[in-house]
């Protein structure tokens, strides 16, 4: 990569001291493969706290009720950001969002629980089938 297009600052930003900054959050597993886990951009920042937003969904998706979930954080004056959960429930599943935080906070920190669980018909999702955030987050969910 050489730079963006007509785009000095942009590149400005990415090249940095001869390395690539992608803004993906990678680990570096005993073999030496690298895996992308996450984005920088998605990090969610509770005082002070750091949540990557993959975790929680992962530990989400292991509820029996859930079909989908997006995580993502929520501005908050005091806390810098919150926990956001929106949910798609499998077919006849029932679930609560009292009962999707409590299982959260017995296996995850607590910071990382979500504060506010949204229930939803469908996700936002992209012509390739991504999920997206932005768009949950611009509907205030």
Same mark, same amino acid.
């Given at each position: 990569?050489?730079? #963006?297009?007509?785009?000095?600052?942009?590149?400005?930003?990415?090249?940095?001291?001869?390395?690539?900054?992608?803004?993906?959050?990678?680990?570096?597993?005993?073999?030496? #493969?690298?895996?992308?886990?996450?984005?920088?951009?998605?990090?969610?920042?509770?005082?002070? $706290?750091?949540?990557?937003?993959?975790?929680?969904?992962? $530990?989400l998706y292991k509820h029996?009720?859930?079909?989908?979930?997006?995580?993502?954080?929520?501005?908050?004056?005091?806390?810098?950001?919150?926990?956001?959960?929106?949910?798609?429930?499998?077919?006849?599943?029932?679930?609560?969002?009292?009962?999707?935080?409590? #299982?959260?906070?017995?296996?995850?920190?607590? #910071?990382?629980?979500?504060?506010?669980?949204? $229930?939803?018909?469908?996700?936002?999702?992209?012509?390739?089938?991504?999920?997206?955030?932005?768009?949950?987050?611009?509907?205030?969910?």
């Amino acid at each position: 990569m050489t730079g #963006y297009w007509k785009k000095p600052s942009e590149t400005q930003h990415a090249l940095r001291n001869g390395w690539l900054h992608s803004g993906d959050i990678g680990m570096l597993d005993d073999e030496g #493969y690298v895996f992308i886990v996450d984005r920088v951009k998605d990090m969610i920042n509770v005082s002070g $706290f750091k949540v990557w937003p993959a975790e929680v969904e992962e $530990f989400l998706y292991k509820h029996p009720a859930i079909k989908e979930v997006a995580v993502f954080g929520r501005p908050h004056p005091d806390k810098g950001e919150t926990v956001v959960a929106a949910i798609v429930l499998k077919e006849g599943e029932t679930a609560t969002s009292a009962e999707i935080i409590d #299982y959260c906070r017995n296996h995850l920190a607590v #910071y990382k629980a979500p504060a506010h669980v949204d $229930f939803l018909p469908e996700l936002p999702k992209s012509a390739t089938g991504k999920i997206l955030k932005r768009t949950l987050r611009e509907q205030g969910r």
